[in-house]
C-alpha cells in the first residue's frame, strides 16, 4: 500500500528555521517525483514545487523560489521541505503528494503555525 | 503562467442531482494535462480525474470529466451524501508551474 506520512505540526516563532519531512512507503521511492502544496487557512490549494529523489531534481513555483528549500534521502524514503527564516505569513497546512504531473497520493498534511 | 478560474464558487444542490464544475484556462492547455481533485474538511485532496477524463483508480463511475483547450467540466451524475466537497482543477505539464484553480464548493441545498 502506497503511503505518505508526514511528520506531526510544529509551532514556531517568526525569524526561526524549520524541516518538515514525508516518508514514502510501499513504492519504490526514488521512482517518483515528491510534491509539495501549500494551503494557508480557509484558502485554497498552492502548489509549491517537485523534487525527484532519485536525483535531488528540484522544480520550483517562482512564487516560492528562494523562500524554502527541497530535499530528500532516498537511503530512508524521506522528502524534506525546509525553511531558514520563518515569518507568520508561513502559517499553513503542507502537505506532500507523489507525482511529477498530477499527484495520485497524499500525505496526511503538516500545519505549521509561526506566532510570536 | 496559466491562470484557472473555477466556477461557480459554490453550487448548492440536493443529493440525487447532477453537478457540473467548470475550469477555464487563461491559456490553452492540453487536455493531457489537466486533472481534478476533491477535498473535504480536515483531509488531504484526492485525486478524481487525470488526463482530462480518466478516472483514477477506485473513483466511481458517476465522476467523469471532458473538455479541451480552455474548458474544462467535471461531472457528477448523481450526487451522493459523501460528494459535498470543495473541488479543485491542476493544470500540469512540461513546463512548471502547475497552477490550481481556486476551487468550486459543492454544497448541500
Known amino acids: 500500500e502506497v503511503q505518505l506520512v508526514q511528520s506531526g505540526a510544529e509551532v514556531k516563532k517568526p525569524g526561526e528555521s524549520l524541516k518538515i519531512s514525508c516518508k514514502g512507503s510501499?513504492?519504490?521511492?526514488?521512482?517518483?517525483?515528491i510534491g509539495w502544496v501549500r494551503q494557508m487557512p480557509g484558502k485554497g490549494l498552492e502548489w509549491m514545487g517537485i523534487i525527484y529523489p532519485g536525483d535531488s531534481d528540484t522544480k520550483y513555483s517562482p512564487s516560492f523560489q528562494g523562500q524554502v528549500t527541497f530535499s530528500a534521502d532516498k537511503s530512508i524514503s524521506t522528502a524534506y521541505l525546509q525553511w531558514s527564516s520563518l515569518k507568520a505569513s508561513d502559517s499553513a497546512m503542507y502537505y506532500c503528494?507523489?507525482?511529477?504531473?498530477?499527484?495520485?497520493?497524499w500525505g496526511q498534511g503538516t500545519l505549521v503555525t509561526v506566532s510570536s | 503562467e496559466i491562470v484557472l478560474t473555477q466556477s461557480p464558487g459554490t453550487l448548492s444542490l440536493s443529493p440525487g442531482e447532477r453537478a457540473t464544475l467548470s475550469c477555464r484556462a487563461s491559456q490553452s492547455v492540453s487536455s493531457t494535462y489537466l486533472a481534478w481533485y476533491q477535498q473535504k474538511p480536515g483531509q488531504a485532496p484526492r485525486l478524481l480525474i487525470f488526463?482530462?477524463?480518466s478516472r483514477a483508480t477506485g473513483i466511481p463511475d458517476r465522476f467523469s470529466g471532458s473538455g479541451s483547450g480552455t474548458d474544462f467540466t467535471l461531472t457528477i451524475s448523481r450526487l451522493e451524501p459523501e460528494d459535498f466537497a470543495v473541488y479543485y482543477c491542476q493544470r500540469y505539464g512540461s513546463s512548471p508551474p502547475w497552477t490550481f484553480g481556486q476551487g468550486t464548493k459543492v454544497e448541500i441545498k
Open positions: 488526463g482530462a477524463s
Open positions: 510501499g513504492y519504490s521511492f526514488t521512482s517518483y517525483w
Open positions: 503528494a507523489r507525482g511529477g504531473s498530477y499527484s495520485d497520493y
